[in-house]
């Protein structure tokens, strides 16, 4: 099974030499401090940053320079400062080639709720709404089950949506899933996880073709 940094670990390697990256909040944060070394990769923040380095080490930060999650961060040589017009300019242009976020549900169909909880007060959907209605390629990073053990994947979303199937593929502590027409289809176990465990623990559709492979993180 896996925790926060071994789902951080695994979605790094799905970033590519050359990529825009947006990193939502929470867990997508992580994903920064572990891209290979070998290849470019540009990290943009809806607040206005481009060249995202990682989490700066303790008793370095700058708390002028911060991410979305107003946690603070590091930049890269040749990082630039921008408004927010401008950074959901980039956005909306679909220049971003691959959004990570986090979720408190994910559908079957690939629609995703992570902005609200009704009841509970929020400060507003930031920009989840515009990442999800402009990113081609969507990347959740979650735990498979909520505190009470009830599963996050889902045939339909109980909670207010913030996309509509938008989202293309799922790392989770317990595994990691693509979605298709037909449903979650199961890639990888994480390490120690059966393939019973991830069925047990996902409510939705849950496609498993041959033996499934243990993830190496």
């Not at 089950?145 to 509509?164: D, Q």
Request: aromatic share 6%; hydrophobic share 40%.
């Amino acid at each position: 099974m896996l925790d926060k940094i071994g789902i951080a670990k695994r979605i790094a390697r799905e970033v590519k030499d050359g990529y825009y990256v947006n990193l939502g909040i929470g867990i997508p944060t992580l994903v920064a401090n572990y891209v290979r070394d070998d290849i470019s990769v540009e990290f943009q923040s809806e607040n206005g940053v481009l060249g995202m380095g990682p989490f700066p080490y303790e008793g370095e930060e700058d708390a002028d320079i911060i991410n979305a999650g107003k946690q603070t961060i590091t930049t890269l040589p040749g990082a630039s400062f921008f408004d927010s017009a401008t950074s959901f300019g980039m956005i909306r242009g679909k220049h971003v080639d691959l959004t990570i976020l986090g979720a408190m549900e994910v559908a079957e169909n690939g629609d995703i709720a992570n902005w609200k909880i009704p009841g509970k007060m929020v400060k507003g959907m930031g920009g989840a709404m515009d990442l999800v209605a402009s990113a081609e390629n969507i990347i959740v990073a979650m735990m498979h089950t909520n505190k009470a053990g009830k599963s996050k994947l889902l045939k339909k979303c109980s909670l207010p949506l913030t996309g509509v199937g938008c989202v293309k593929k799922i790392v989770t502590n317990l595994g990691v899933l693509e979605v298709t027409p037909d449903g979650f289809s199961l890639l990888e176990r994480a390490p120690g996880v059966s393939v019973e465990e991830i069925k047990n623990a996902t409510e939705g559709t849950l496609i498993i073709k041959g033996d499934i492979p243990e993830m190496t993180v």
